[in-house]
């Protein structure tokens, strides 16, 4: 009995030993069967067909090779969910091999779906931040954009959300997609505060605030030449040639006595008299007996966003903070006030680069101008043309527009560019912050 039990035994294995063995010898076969029967399928335009035989192929072996012909069958039978699916589980599988990932890029590309490609990129880096293929093709497509539709005749820089535009000769207000706030009625325009009033002239030519739903809600005296944006309740106001300031209620907060005047931000202006810059309080009076011979003001008339001041001294500027205390050795020929946020453009020797708020220099100088960097971007000009750089100081959008301005908190720019032989404005919006 012990000897049929043993034979048995030895049956047994030799017969789990053929099947191995004849399953080995066969499974190439099968797999190359199926992979030439889907060939043949798509030769002649099946591919539903060619799917199927690309899946039972991958049962034998799943090979890159054998993923991405799958993908392509799927695309080719108009399946792009699953086309697309295939090539983003391909992608994350194989680190080394960017086959799968280019694939997919260049589809999105293709047609014109940067928006979804960036999307899936931002994901992608955040688990695989090391990944090269990735990056370049996030580089090559966050600069990517589309024109918004505007049927204005100007546009001007964006500012806390608001753009003055101009239509026959009148201005009015839209917001950073293009969007009507107040309608073009008014002889001049500036952009919205961040108190939330705008400074319009009406066609009695008198000054006026209005809110976002086109309310008066200041209205200063006759008397002043000009007045300025308003913000943290003080505005600027020349009177008989000299400058001071208004408070919320369009009262003088103080003498006029200053030959020029920046705006109050961050608890300080700066104010000159006879040729000599001082800092100045809300009152419009000198915080110390420190003097500069010059300071940098913003296009609102700002000198102070991030609590940092350009003032020049022995003929080179460089950065103090509200209390007139330096921030950095660091000195500069030119330079940008600082926006709300981001980097400071600032010139040397005939160039420009960027400096971050703690004085270090984080892009070099090589740009012919530039703006600062807003929102993880900044207009710069190389041989008369404008384009974007990143935070990084990778050129994203190529120079190819007369003018710039800075990119929004929505994305979005006004860029003056030659169409049919004229300059013509228009607002373009970056698919990467969609």
């Known amino acids: 009995m012990k000897k049929y039990v043993i034979l048995l035994f030895v049956v047994l294995l030799g017969l789990s030993w053929y099947t191995a063995v004849s399953s080995a010898l066969n499974d190439p076969l099968e797999l190359e069967a199926h992979l030439t029967r889907a060939g043949e399928l798509e030769s002649k335009g099946i591919y539903v067909d060619a799917v199927a035989e690309y899946e039972a192929a991958l049962e034998y072996e799943q090979r890159p090779d054998i993923y991405m012909k799958l993908a392509n069958a799927y695309l080719q039978s108009g399946d792009n969910q699953s086309f697309v699916s295939v090539c983003q589980q391909q992608a994350e599988a ?23 490609a960036l999307q899936y990129l931002d994901g992608f880096l955040e688990q695989y931040p090391d990944n090269e293929a ?44 293009g969007d009507e706030i107040i309608p073009c009625e008014y002889k001049a325009a500036f952009p919205f505060s961040a108190d939330g009033f705008a400074l319009v002239c009406r066609e009695d030519d008198s000054w006026i605030y209005i809110d976002e739903d086109g309310q008066t809600r200041k209205v200063p005296d006759s008397g002043y030449e000009s007045l300025g944006m308003f913000e943290s309740d003080r505005t600027i106001a020349c009177q008989s040639g000299k400058y001071g300031y208004l408070d919320e209620n369009m009262e003088p907060a103080a003498d006029f006595s200053w030959d020029q005047l ?53 003929g080179s500027y460089h ?74 100081g990778n050129m994203v959008i190529d120079p190819v527009f007369t003018e710039a301005t800075d990119i929004s908190d ?18 373009i919006q970056l698919n990467v912050f969609l």
């Open 319 to 392: 950065m103090i903070n509200r209390n007139g205390d330096s921030v950095c050795d660091l000195t500069f020929d030119d330079a940008k006030a600082f926006p709300e946020e981001g980097y400071a453009a600032v010139c040397k020797d005939g160039k420009w680069g960027f400096v971050n708020p703690d004085g270090e220099l984080v892009i070099d100088y090589m740009f012919d101008d530039a703006r600062n960097m807003t929102n993880r971007f900044a207009a710069v000009c190389q041989d008369g043309l404008w384009g974007y750089i990143d935070s990084s």
């Open 410 to 427: 929505q994305g979005t720019a006004a860029v003056k560019q030659e169409s049919s032989g004229e300059q013509v404005w228009k607002l």
């Open 262 to 314: 920046s705006g109050f931000k961050e608890n300080v202006g700066a104010g000159q008299q006879n040729g000599q810059w001082f800092l100045v309080d809300e009152d419009g009076e000198p915080k110390s007996e420190q003097f500069y011979e010059d300071v940098i003001m913003d296009e609102q008339g700002f000198c102070s966003s991030q609590n940092r001041i350009f003032v020049k001294e022995n």
């Open 94 to 116: 194989d680190q080394k091999d960017s086959q799968a990932l280019d694939t997919l890029m260049e589809y999105y590309v293709e047609n014109s779906n940067e928006t979804d």
């Open 134 to 177: 990735a990056q370049g093709w996030f580089i090559e497509l966050e600069g990517s954009y589309e024109e918004l539709y505007c049927r204005y005749e100007t546009l001007s820089n964006i500012v806390n959300g608001s753009m003055v535009v101009s239509s026959e000769g009148l201005y009015g207000i839209v917001d950073a997609s």
